[in-house]
């Protein structure tokens, strides 16, 4: 057990630093606004991607509609996701899995947004950390006997 060439082989999971990203926490403080529409353009930090243009429709009671128009894989897509109130925070609703949640992503190769869940996606310290935490289980079993 554990000699050389032993370990997972298997395909790793898309990470969420791979995908692109909305969060709520991106958009302007909400407090402060009004009801009604509201328009940002929101670029992904890698170069060959488009930008995409996003359209926040607010209700009175804070929750409402963000309207997505962006470019995936070459083809133009566009997308509705609710955003709910709950207090003093907002969350978008998944599309996928009906959950409320803060992020939204699109991996490569997809063309819509949704929740981490919905997409089977990590994040890359659970990839790096599994193995340096079983090395040092090893270790500390080693030292204990």
């Not at 298997?10 to 009604?36: H, M, W």
């Not at 995409?52 to 209700?59: E, R, V």
């Not at 949704?114 to 080693?142: I, N």
Request: charged letters at 25%.
């Amino acid at each position: 057990m554990g000699g050389s060439g032993s370990g997972w082989k298997g395909v790793k999971k898309i990470t969420t630093e791979e995908c692109r990203v909305i969060s709520l926490a991106d958009f302007p403080d909400f407090s402060e606004r009004q009801p009604g529409e509201h328009r940002f353009t929101m670029r992904w930090e890698y170069p060959d991607q488009a930008t995409a243009d996003l359209w926040l429709t607010m209700a009175a009671d804070g929750g409402g509609s963000l309207w997505l128009d962006y470019f995936a894989n070459g083809e133009r897509f566009q997308q509705t996701l609710p955003v709910v109130q709950a207090g003093q925070r907002r969350w978008f609703i998944c599309p996928v899995k009906a959950i409320s949640v803060e992020k939204l992503f699109l991996p490569p190769g997809a063309n819509r947004f949704a929740s981490r869940f919905a997409h089977d996606l990590t994040y890359k310290s659970c990839q790096e950390s599994g193995r340096s935490s079983r090395r040092s289980h090893w270790r500390t079993r080693t030292l204990v006997r």
